[in-house]
């Protein structure tokens, strides 16, 4: 009797496992596609992009001075016009200018990450955001990133319900 009631006990965890599983729904999602077709994710890689092209400008300004600084002092030191203290002077300061190109240079892809997160996030926080609805909307308890999927069926793509949520 007690075997019985055993394996009547395992039977009954057995079903209800298998009704847990069968009930769970599960989704995927193509984000990168979804965040390619956004007007705001155009707008911000435009900015991002506005901005690179300016700080390099000013970097390749930096630098062209700073060549030019350096053949005039060569031209300067060749003819004799320099005596060795002020040759050496000028190197240092021209060292200097040399490590203030490079904490621009530091400095310049910092700025570019740090406004890339600035104008990314609400962005992503919107999708986030429009996926969470289309979960709960759907009832789904798991959606996945078609990028890290190995397989789906296409029934399974709520991509067109997330994109309809953001209105594109």
């Given amino acids: 009797m007690k075997k019985f009631l055993q394996l009547a006990l395992v039977a009954v965890m057995m079903l209800a496992a298998t009704a847990t599983v069968s009930a769970q729904k599960f989704g ?4 990168a596609a979804i965040l390619a077709e956004m007007p705001a994710m155009k707008a911000a ?8 092209k300016q700080l390099q400008k000013k970097g390749q300004g930096m630098v062209e001075k700073f060549q ?15 005596t060795p203290k002020q040759q050496q ?3 240092v300061k021209l060292e200097a200018r040399q490590a203030e190109i490079g904490k621009f240079e530091q400095d310049m892809v910092s ?5 890339r997160a600035e104008l990314l996030k609400p962005i992503y926080d919107s999708v986030n955001s429009a996926i969470e609805a289309v979960a709960k909307e759907g009832g789904y308890q798991f959606i996945f990133d078609q990028q890290v999927l190995l397989y789906g069926e296409e029934a399974a793509d709520v ?3 997330v994109r309809a949520k953001l209105g594109i």
């Avoid at 995927?28 to 984000?31: A, D, I, L, R």
């Fill in 28 to 31: 995927y999602v193509n984000s």
């Fill in 45 to 52: 890689e435009s900015n991002l992009e506005a901005l690179q």
């Fill in 68 to 82: 030019a600084d350096v053949k005039v002092l060569q031209d300067q030191a060749a003819a004799g016009d320099l």
């Fill in 89 to 91: 002077e000028e190197s």
């Fill in 111 to 115: 700025d570019l990450q740090e406004k």
């Fill in 159 to 161: 991509s067109a319900a």
